[in-house]
């Protein structure tokens, strides 16, 4: 072979070669948008980070990640959502449903990755978990499906219950499925269900004055993203009230809440980062199906139960995926 046919060769090869070596040097830029704060749910990043190292997107090689978290009110989303899109990334996580209802507003080109919550259809966003069919895809929660579940442990929990507070403020997507579904619970556990809805912060007064002295055995805090940013408050009113609590996240029950049902939602943000993987190497979001858990975690708080007085039976200490002392 001589010498111009070797190098023709070689600089076939390496043409072939060039946007491979490209491609692995390429910095993806991907946004994260949570309601909630960063101190109570660092933990889902860092599952989201993990998910995403398992695929070979390291930060400060090929993956720049800017975060936002949202300590505030839900009307703050869309600000940041903007924010995050004057990087244009790539692709941006968000967390809630309603996180990524503010993405968005602002874009339906950017591939968005919902990592937990439930409503993409309702708000909009998809036309379908099977088939979204526009820039929104993830991973969603159960609505109100949990709802006869929440009540079932603590009537459980505490046998003699029989006026349940619900704590709401009525603006959560699936409100009135959700208070359809305690409704008809409640009339199989012949249960009374007190009425406590909230507009803002300052309202949580109204579990006092509507549970105290006796006015209700047990709190159902309804699921709704409000609260997360709340959780300190509904947790201390139920401790001062004596009140056994059931929640829809296990940050409240690692923070002192009694007892939680809830989707693995660490394991959510770690396969959400597949989605990511997916949509990088070419694949539309439309064209990928919103799933749902595979994993669920039930918590129970010892330490809360021995203040209250309640002994735990043995059928949640059997299911309990951790008891927390």
């Known amino acids: 072979m001589n010498n ?3 190098l023709m060769i070689a600089l076939g090869a390496g043409a072939l070669a060039a946007p491979a070596r490209l491609l692995a040097q390429r910095v993806y830029r991907i ?7 960063e101190r109570t749910l660092g933990a889902r990043l860092e599952a989201l980070r993990a998910g995403l190292r398992v695929l070979g997107y390291v930060e400060g090689k090929n993956l720049n990640l800017s975060v ?3 300590e505030g ?3 703050r989303l869309p600000d ?6 004057r990087d244009k990334p790539d692709v941006i996580v968000a967390s809630p449903v309603l996180s990524a209802a503010a993405a968005h507003k602002h874009t339906q080109t950017v591939p968005i990755v919902i990592a937990n919550g439930a409503g993409a259809v309702k708000v909009g966003l998809a036309q379908s978990l099977a088939r979204p069919g526009g820039n929104v895809t993830g991973f969603e929660n159960q609505g109100q499906e949990l709802t006869p579940k929440h009540i079932e442990l603590l009537k459980t929990l505490v046998p003699a219950m029989s006026r349940l507070g619900v704590l709401n403020t009525g603006k ?11 409704a008809q619970t409640a009339k199989v556990l012949k249960l009374t269900l007190i009425d406590l809805r909230v507009e803002a912060l300052g309202d949580l007064a109204r579990i006092a004055s509507a549970c105290g002295k006796g006015g209700c055995d047990a709190l159902y805090v309804m699921t709704d993203p409000n609260f997360i940013n709340w959780r300190a408050q509904i947790i201390e009113q139920a401790a001062q009230l004596r009140l056994p609590a059931v929640y829809f996240q296990p940050e409240f029950t690692r923070e002192g809440g009694l007892i939680s049902y809830s989707p693995d939602i660490e394991d959510m943000f770690r396969r959400a980062a597949t989605h990511v993987d997916k949509i990088l190497k070419g694949a539309k ?11 669920f975690e039930l918590l129970v708080n010892g330490k809360t139960a021995k203040a209250l007085g309640i002994k735990i039976p043995n059928e949640i200490l059997l299911r309990a995926d951790k008891v927390i002392e």
Not at 80 to 85: G, H, P
């Open 285 to 295: 979001p439309g064209d990928l199906p919103i799933e749902q858990p595979t994993k």
């Open 68 to 70: 936002r978290w949202n």
């Open 4 to 6: 111009r046919r070797k």
């Open 172 to 182: 959560y997507l699936y409100h009135d499925e959700a208070w359809r579904a305690a």
């Open 31 to 37: 946004a994260v948008l949570i309601h909630g704060t």
């Open 73 to 75: 009110g839900l009307e």
């Open 80 to 85: 940041l959502a903007a924010e995050l899109l």
